[in-house]
C-alpha cells in the first residue's frame, strides 16, 4: 500500500493542553498536507508545507517536514473542545495526494 | 470561500442498480476528485479529472466510471451497485498545481 502511517491512532488530552501528531510516507513528495475531519462531514485542509521547507505555522498550528525522515509532525497548542476531530495527513507526489490513516484527537474540557 | 457540493447527504440503493453522485465546485478549479472512506482503511482515490472530458484513474477504480463534461460538475457513477460498495464518498476540488483540496460534505451510501 501507498497510504502512509500516522502516529498515534488516538489522543486524549485535557483542554489548554498541546498535541502533537506524527505522519511518515514512503515516496518522494513535492509537498505534505494536513486536514481536519470533524465526525460524519468533509474534509478541511488546514496547512501545507512544500518539500523545500522544514517548518511552517498558522495561527496554533505548527508543521515541520523531515524529507529525509519522510516524516511530519503537527502540533496543536493550547488545544480547545472544538479541536476534537481526527485529523489527517496527505502527501503529495508528481499527481494525487497520499492519506494517512488519520489521528482521532480528543479534547477533554 | 471555496464551496463544494454533493447532491445527497445519505442515500440508501439495492443491489445491482445504478448510482449517480453527483459533486459541483464553484471557484473554477481545474481538479476534481472522487475519494471513498472506509473505516480502517482511510481515504482512497477513484478517480480524479485535470479538465474537462478528461478523467485519470486512481487507486480503486473497479466498479465505478465518471463523467465531467462541464469544469463545474464531476460525477461519480456505479455502474451496478454491490453491497461493498458501501461506503462514505468524499469529492474534492482545487487549483492546477500543487495546492490544498477542497472538500464536499461527503455522501454516506449504504447499497442492501
Known amino acids: 500500500s501507498q497510504q502512509g502511517e500516522e502516529d498515534p491512532q488516538a489522543l486524549s488530552i485535557q483542554e489548554g493542553e498541546n498535541a502533537t501528531m506524527n505522519c511518515s510516507y514512503k515516496?518522494?513528495?513535492?509537498?505534505l498536507q494536513w486536514y481536519r475531519q470533524n465526525s460524519g462531514r468533509g474534509l478541511v485542509h488546514l496547512i501545507l508545507?512544500?518539500?523545500?521547507?522544514r517548518e511552517k505555522h498558522s495561527g496554533r498550528l505548527r508543521v515541520t517536514l523531515d524529507t529525509s525522515k519522510k516524516s511530519s509532525s503537527l502540533l496543536i497548542t493550547a488545544s480547545r473542545a472544538a479541536d476534537t476531530a481526527s485529523y489527517f495527513c496527505?502527501?503529495?507526489?508528481?499527481?494525487?495526494?497520499?492519506f494517512g490513516q488519520g489521528t482521532r484527537l480528543t479534547i477533554n474540557p | 470561500d471555496v464551496k463544494v457540493t454533493q447532491s445527497s447527504r445519505y442515500l440508501v440503493k439495492r443491489t445491482g442498480e445504478k448510482v449517480f453522485l453527483e459533486c459541483v465546485q464553484d471557484?473554477?478549479?481545474?481538479?476534481m476528485f472522487w475519494y471513498r472512506q472506509d473505516p480502517g482503511l482511510g481515504l482512497r482515490l477513484i478517480y480524479f479529472?485535470?479538465?474537462?472530458?478528461?478523467?485519470e484513474k486512481g487507486d480503486i477504480p473497479e466498479g465505478y466510471s465518471v463523467s465531467r463534461e462541464k469544469k463545474e460538475r464531476f460525477s461519480l457513477i456505479l455502474e451496478s451497485a454491490s453491497t461493498n460498495q458501501t461506503s462514505m464518498y468524499l469529492c474534492?476540488?482545487?487549483?492546477?498545481?500543487?495546492?490544498?483540496?477542497?472538500f464536499g460534505p461527503g455522501t454516506r451510501l449504504t447499497v442492501l
Open positions: 474534492a476540488s482545487s487549483p492546477a498545481g500543487f495546492y490544498g483540496q477542497y
Open positions: 515516496t518522494s513528495i513535492n509537498n
Open positions: 508545507i512544500r518539500s523545500n521547507e
Open positions: 496527505a502527501s503529495q507526489g508528481a499527481q494525487k495526494l497520499v
Open positions: 471557484m473554477d478549479h481545474e481538479n
Open positions: 479529472s485535470y479538465d474537462v472530458k478528461m478523467k
